[in-house]
């Protein structure tokens, strides 16, 4: 009997010791490289299945610098969406200040030609670790891809979606997709295309010209109360939901 107890005991501790070694940690929250270029494909829940459009990145934290240009359709910031007014190509502009609207619409096709205005001062670009305040929420797979799945609190207020990242389970940590609240409510930056330490010659990575100084219209306020939608479940997307 009592070596009976004595191998009940010993078979306690090696599953008390599995269970332990089971528990894998988070892997470490993912950091951009300092440079690169990358593709990504916009996703809004609102324009549904079928809509999708494209654009580029580009960031270099050694200037404190990004550019996102949206192709052929201008993510409308300064409306609901609602219109047919959106169909250009824009950029938003980020220096280690400021974050500036670029509206190319100069026919000579010329950055420094450009229309640029004030988006927000005080809306700086972004450091390389700016995920640092996201949560680990496991893995999934994504486009094929398997990926680590972070989320993280959009605002204080509840009746708006999470925000979410996902990173490639390589040793880059390739940017996978993002998830966030734009004026249109629910969309997705789907990612590719990641070339790491990159941006083409040809890409300008200052202010087109002195006029980016003149405050945008309307305000960021009044997109922001235009933003405050509930988030909703996509036919084929989980949306995050706080």
Same mark, same amino acid.
């Given at each position: 009997?009592? #070596?009976?107890?004595? !191998? ?9 010791? *599995?269970? *332990?070694?089971?528990?894998?940690? @988070?892997? &470490?929250? @993912? ?33 404190? !610098? ?45 950055? #420094? ?15 390389? +670790? ?9 893995? +999934? ?11 993280? &609190? ?16 390589? #040793?880059?940590?390739? @940017? ?5 609240? *734009? ?6 930056? +789907? ?8 941006? &083409? ?7 087109p010209n002195d006029n980016c100084q003149k405050k945008c219209e309307p305000p960021l306020a009044d997109v922001l109360k ?11 997307? +989980?949306?995050?939901?706080?």
């Amino acid at each position: 009997m009592a #070596e009976l107890k004595v !191998t009940l005991k010993l078979l306690g501790f090696f599953i008390l010791v *599995s269970l *332990s070694a089971s528990r894998v940690a @988070p892997p &470490p929250v @993912p950091a951009w490289p300092d440079k690169f270029t990358i593709n990504f494909d916009v996703l809004v829940e609102k324009y549904g299945d079928d809509w999708k459009s494209t654009g580029t990145l580009y960031y270099d934290y050694n200037i404190k !610098t990004f550019r996102a240009d949206y192709i052929d359709w201008c993510l409308p910031l300064f409306d609901d969406g609602s219109s047919d007014n959106n169909d250009y190509s824009c950029s938003f502009f980020a220096t280690a200040e400021d974050m500036f609207f670029v509206n190319f619409t100069a026919s000579s096709g010329k950055w #420094e030609d450009y229309d640029c205005c004030l988006f927000e001062a005080g809306l700086a670009a972004v450091p390389p +670790d700016w995920m640092k305040a996201e949560q680990y929420n496991g893995t +999934d797979v994504i486009n094929g891809i398997s990926v680590d799945v972070w989320w993280f &609190p959009g605002t204080s207020d509840p009746s708006k979606p999470c925000y979410g990242y996902w990173n490639a389970k390589d #040793e880059l940590k390739t @940017p996978v997709r993002f998830f966030g609240l *734009s004026s249109l409510g629910p969309t997705i930056l +789907d990612y590719r295309d990641f070339e790491p330490q990159k941006i &083409p010659q040809h890409i300008e990575m200052t202010k087109p010209n002195d006029n980016c100084q003149k405050k945008c219209e309307p305000p960021l306020a009044d997109v922001l109360k235009k933003s405050a939608v509930d988030s909703v479940k996509w036919s084929k997307i +989980d949306w995050p939901s706080c």
